[in-house]
């Protein structure tokens, strides 16, 4: 059995700030869901605080959906995404924060892709990028050399496929050496999702995790890992544990949810809910 260090023992005398600062950048017009997703799946894999950043046009819905998450809104397109003049904003709400998840629903306007590419840079705290996060990366990943906080990088085989400028068949059939190679060369952590998620870093560590189910192949199903594993490194895990802990974790949430609806009928939402079950199960795990 694999073995994994989630979270000590909570101690009496503590409060909300021990457990980390997330922020997190998502959203855009019809892609609202990815945003909160990411931020629920972040509060229940422990983080103290979750901040989400997203364009202004959507914030007053978040506040009417996530009770328990800080919304902060943002200059936008005329698009309803986040323009380029959100950036000093951004970089002001990266004070105090322990790390950033961003990318889920974004959207691909120019815009929005000019904003993480000034962004990505400036970051001070670890960060995870996935979805449009990552597709702002494509033609352009020298940005990745430029970053000097840790990161990890979580893609599907397709975003990965782009990427590198290869086909995802040859992806699928070199899925270790692909993840490890380009975590050694960009000397990021690497999460190459699909069926046995490969997590690889800079320092030829891999892992190939077995939770996990087909039903698991559904809208959201990736923020929700976003979420954790940003939810993890503000807590002060290493971006290499944090994000094997994350995929183990999510995918055990998916198996469970599963027994319930069947692979046929698995939505995110279930996966999201199963995670404290998860966690739970993980900590009962031997040492």
């Given at each position: 059995m694999t073995k994994f260090n989630i979270a000590k023992r909570r101690k009496k005398d503590t409060h909300k700030g021990d457990y980390g600062h997330l922020l997190i950048i998502a959203g855009s017009v019809g892609m609202s869901g990815a945003a909160f997703l990411a931020s629920e799946a972040a509060l229940r894999s422990g983080c103290g605080l979750v901040t989400l950043g997203l364009h202004e046009s959507l914030n007053i819905i978040a506040e009417k959906k996530l009770t328990e998450v800080i919304t902060k809104p943002l200059p936008e397109t005329k698009q309803k995404s986040?323009?380029?003049?959100?950036?000093?904003?951004?970089?002001?709400?990266?004070?105090?924060?322990?790390?950033?998840?961003?990318?889920?629903?974004l959207?691909?306007?120019k815009q929005t892709k000019a904003l993480l590419l000034s962004l990505l840079p400036k970051l001070n705290v670890p960060a995870v990028l996935d979805a449009d996060g990552l597709n702002a990366l494509i033609g352009r990943l020298s940005i990745i050399k430029k970053i000097k906080s840790p990161l990890v990088m979580s893609p599907h085989p397709g975003e990965?496929?782009?990427?590198?400028?290869?086909?995802?068949?040859?992806?699928?059939?070199?899925?270790?050496?692909?993840?490890?190679?380009?975590?050694?060369?960009?000397?990021?952590?690497?999460?190459?999702?699909?069926?046995?998620?490969?997590v690889a870093?800079?320092?030829?560590?891999?892992?190939?995790?077995?939770?996990?189910?087909?039903?698991?192949?559904?809208?959201?199903?990736?923020?929700?890992?976003?979420?954790i594993i940003g939810s993890f490194l503000a807590q002060g895990t290493t971006p290499?544990?944090?994000?094997?802990?994350?995929?183990?974790?999510?995918?055990?949430?998916?198996?469970?949810?599963?027994?319930?609806?069947?692979?046929v009928s698995l939505i995110a939402g279930d996966i999201l809910a199963k995670v404290p079950e998860a966690i739970k199960k993980i900590k009962k795990m031997p040492a």
């Open positions: 986040l323009s380029k003049e959100a950036l000093s904003k951004i970089i002001e709400l990266l004070k105090k924060k322990n790390a950033a998840a961003i990318g889920p629903g959207s691909q306007h990965m496929a782009r990427l590198i400028k290869v086909t995802s068949k040859l992806i699928q059939k070199n899925r270790k050496k692909v993840a490890s190679d380009f975590a050694k060369k960009y000397d990021v952590t690497l999460v190459l999702k699909g069926y046995n998620t490969v870093d800079p320092r030829n560590k891999t892992y190939v995790n077995k939770t996990g189910n087909p039903g698991m192949a559904t809208a959201g199903s990736g923020d929700v890992l976003t979420g290499y544990e944090a994000a094997k802990l994350a995929v183990y974790i999510h995918g055990l949430a998916g198996d469970l949810a599963a027994k319930e609806t069947g692979e």
